[in-house]
Nanobody
Framework: VQLVESGGGLIQSGGSLTLSCATS????????MSWYRQSPGRERELVAG????????NYADSVKARFTISRNNAEEMVYLQMNGLEVEDTAVYYC?????????WGQGTQVTVSS
């Protein structure tokens, strides 16, 4: 299983970014996918999740109405559209999947929001 995130960067408060996660090594269309984030001194937290077909999503309260998770099963990609970014959204963002009882993570992509 390989997960490779991209799309992070430095952005001003109120701006938008779209993160991408390229996947391989498993039957992507069969598995739910998630985005997590971790900022210094804090535990890794779930940001958003999406079911295998893409019809069901869930979000952390802190990002609802601002972030949108989506997936393309044909291209085996998962995305996180982030709008209205806030300084508190600064973190390393990770793509994640649980396959056969094991959780896999990408290397993460840094998102830094400046005021």
């Amino acid at each position: 299983v390989q997960l490779v995130e991209s799309g992070g960067g430095l952005i001003q408060s109120g701006g938008s970014l779209t993160l991408s996660c390229a996947t391989s090594g498993f039957r992507f269309s069969l598995y739910a996918m998630s985005w997590y984030r971790q900022s210094p001194g804090r535990e890794r937290e779930l940001v958003a999740g999406i079911n295998s077909a893409g019809g069901i999503t869930n979000y952390a309260d802190s990002v609802k109405a601002r972030f949108t998770i989506s997936r393309n099963n044909a291209e085996e990609m998962v995305y996180l559209q982030m709008n209205g970014l806030e300084v508190e959204d600064t973190a390393v963002y990770y793509c994640s999947v649980r396959v056969f009882g094991q959780t896999f993570w990408g290397q993460g992509t840094q998102v830094t929001v400046s005021s």
